[in-house]
C-alpha cells in the first residue's frame, strides 16, 4: 500500500511531465491536493483570520506539534504558539500582497501594469524570506534540528520524503550524485512551499521542481516514461504477490 500511494504521488508538474506519465495517475495527485486544500481554504479568505480559521489552523497545528515528542510543556505550547502565528502571518502577507496587486490593475494599465505587479511580486517575496527566517530561528529556541525538519514536513505534507522516495523506487540505478541533487531540489521546494498561502500553491511549488528534476533525469539518458511504466509493473506484482500471502 505504501507504494501504491508514493505512485499517487509521482510526476505532475510540467506539460512535457504530463504528456509522459499516466493520466490518471496525474488526476489521482490533483484529487489529493484538492482535499488538502480543502482543509486549509480559509486561508485566503481574509487578511484577518475568522474564528473558523484559527480554530482550523490550531487544529492542524496540533497534529504537527503532536508527533514531535515534546516533553517539556513550556516548549510544546510554545511550538504551537509559533507555527500557529506563522500561519496566520503568511496568511496576512499574501492578502495584502493581493489587495495591493489588485490596486494595481485598476490604476496601472498597459506594460506599466506588469512592472508594477512584478515589482509587488518581488516585496512580497522578500517579506516572505524574512518571516520565514525569523519562524525558523524562533523554532530553533524550542526545538532540536530532527524537531524543526519533522515541524517542515508537517507544514508541506511531508511531500519531500515522498517524493524522493518514489523516485528511488521508480529509478533504482539512480547513482550517489543523482539521488543529492534530486534530493536538494527537493530541499529548496520544501522550503519555498512552507510559505505558499494554500495546499494547492504548497504543491504547485513542488511540481514545478518535479519537472525540473524530471528534465535533468531525461538529459541523464533516463526513458522517464519507461521507468515510470516498469515501477508500475513492480508495484503491481508486489500487490499482487501481498495478495496471494494473505489469502
Known amino acids: ?37 480543502s482543509v486549509l481554504c480559509a486561508q485566503t479568505s481574509s487578511a484577518s483570520p475568522t474564528a473558523e480559521y484559527q480554530k482550523v489552523i490550531r487544529e492542524r497545528v496540533k497534529k504537527i506539534v503532536d508527533v514531535l515528542d515534546i516533553t517539556d510543556s513550556r516548549k510544546y505550547n510554545n511550538t504551537l504558539e509559533t507555527i500557529s502565528s506563522q500561519y496566520f502571518a503568511l496568511n496576512d502577507i499574501h492578502e495584502k500582497s493581493k489587495e495591493k496587486a489588485g490596486q494595481i490593475k485598476k490604476d496601472v494599465q498597459g506594460d506599466k501594469q506588469a512592472e508594477e505587479i512584478k515589482k509587488e511580486e518581488e516585496i512580497k517575496s522578500g517579506i516572505l524570506k524574512q518571516q520565514h527566517d525569523e519562524f525558523i530561528a524562533q523554532l530553533k529556541k524550542d526545538l532540536n534540528d530532527a524537531q524543526v525538519e519533522k515541524v517542515k514536513n508537517g507544514m508541506t505534507y511531508n511531500v519531500l520524503n515522498v517524493t524522493y522516495t518514489a523516485y528511488q523506487d521508480m529509478i533504482p540505478s539512480l547513482t550517489t550524485d543523482q539521488k543529492e541533487k534530486i534530493y536538494t531540489w527537493l530541499l529548496e521546494a520544501r522550503e519555498l512551499a512552507m510559505d505558499a498561502e494554500s495546499s494547492d500553491k504548497k504543491h504547485a511549488v513542488f511540481g514545478k521542481y518535479k519537472g525540473r528534476i524530471n528534465n535533468y533525469l531525461s538529459q541523464a539518458g533516463y526513458d522517464m516514461k519507461k521507468e515510470e511504466k516498469a515501477w508500475q509493473a513492480r508495484i503491481r506484482e508486489k500487490r499482487e504477490k501481498q495478495a496471494e500471502a494473505n489469502n
Not at 505532475?12 to 486544500?37: D, E, G, M, N
Open 1 to 37: 500500500m505504501k507504494r501504491a500511494t508514493l505512485a499517487m504521488f509521482m510526476l505532475q508538474s510540467s506539460s512535457a511531465t504530463k504528456r509522459s506519465f499516466p493520466i490518471t495517475l496525474y488526476v489521482t495527485t490533483i484529487i489529493i491536493a484538492c482535499l488538502f486544500s
